[in-house]
């Protein structure tokens, strides 16, 4: 999936700093500082009426020094640089990181770490062999659907972070229903528990964000881990951002909104670049790849063809027929399908509230999850792998009439 040899520069870690939340401390100082000069006679000095908006600063190699967990960085000229002590310990080597961000999100601080890392070296014969194409479709329920050679498939799962955007949703409006009345009317200043319940908000949702974002490295990480094993070199990953240039007057709704398709494509490119190969999509998930014929749209994941009664995943059809497009040119299909027969099933998502039987959402209600939570399954490997044995799909052929 990556070169042998060389240097793989742009891998970020997020690490959280210790202390207040980003905000406070510059809108306190500047409080104090102004009831100081008023107290002295300066009645020109006006107390601060909200915080400043802040922006992430960087820092590159040579500027900043890292040891441990603590952090010094410049400031201004002739001011003495600033000391920042860090959650948890940069889990690089400190000659290998290049630059440091300090960012702000939901109303925490945290400090984004880029470092170079040394790409992966494959023993002699277990390298991914260019000539081994496979097929990546693009989905909401199923994040990445691929088809590979030989007859392998591999299906990920992202009802987990689908029930995440849900629970979300469900979460905000019952937020709102809450503080509607005591809401600040348009262009009135909002009192102290406004401020705070705003504070909340945003919190929430920057968890939401990181809990989302995690789930889709898991399942990127997973369709390359699974490339590596079966000697994959070349991913056609179909490109689905068309479906995003609708013509005037209509809308999209909450949920393809939702699918973040452009993040998808960018954390399955950051973690197998030379690999990856934009084609166009357009058609896979509606042609039939015995006949070549289009068939109805299916309601559920079963692509059923009218015309020569193929039935197949639909996923894994229009993954099938990717890995025959060639990047940049038509949709045509100039090399037959090969349909997966063994079907490797992953999980993104396994730190969701509610994604196992055993971890029940806090946020959904509690007259929805009564009885039993069932048996306990046991806790994945550490390399986040599912211990379910690989399954076997059966694309087959019916006769006219058949059920």
Known sequence: MSRAGGIRAGHVRRVELCGCPLGVAPVSDAWFAAAKRRKDGDLSARFPRRRRGLVPVRWYHGTFTLDGRRLRIPTARGTAPLWVRLA?????????VRSVTLLC???????????????????????????????????????????GPDGEGLLVSGRAIRAEHRMHLADTKARR?????????????????????????????????????????????????????????????????????????RRHNLR???????????????KATLAVRLVDERG??????????????????????????????????????????????????????????????????????????????????????????????PAPPPGGESLAHPARIHNTHRTPGER
Request: hydrophobic fraction near 35%; proline fraction near 9%.
């Open 256 to 270: 393809l909104r939702q699918w973040q398709i452009g993040r998808l494509l960018r954390v399955l490119t950051d």
């Open 88 to 96: 948890r310990e940069v889990p690089y080597p400190v000659e290998q």
């Open 105 to 147: 999100e939901g109303g925490r601080l945290f400090l984004d770490v880029t470092a170079e890392v040394p790409v992966t070296v494959y023993p002699t014969g277990e390298q991914p062999d260019p000539g081994r194409v496979a097929g990546v479709d693009l989905g909401i329920i199923h994040p990445y659907a691929v088809a």
């Open 177 to 249: 229903r809450a503080v509607s009345r005591r809401a600040p009317k348009p262009g009135q200043k909002g009192s102290r528990r406004w401020r705070q319940y705003r504070r909340r908000a945003r919190l929430v949702e920057g968890r939401h964000r990181r809990r989302v974002r995690q789930a889709q490295h898991e399942a990127a990480r997973g369709v390359v881990s699974w490339a590596v094993r079966q000697r994959v070199g070349v991913l056609h990953v179909g490109d689905p951002r068309g479906v995003l240039d609708l013509s005037a007057g």
């Open 284 to 377: 896979t998930s509606s042609t039939c790849p015995a006949c070549a014929r289009r068939v109805p749209k299916p309601r559920g994941r079963t692509l059923s063809c009218p015309h020569c009664a193929f039935s197949g995943h639909r996923d894994l059809v229009a993954a099938a027929s990717i890995a025959t497009r060639t990047p940049g040119g038509g949709p045509t299909t100039p090399t037959a399908v090969v349909l997966p027969q063994v079907v490797t099933h992953r999980r993104a998502g396994r730190h969701l509230p509610g994604a196992g039987r055993s971890r029940r959402d806090p946020r959904r209600p509690a007259w929805v999850a009564r009885g039993s939570v069932g048996p306990r399954r």
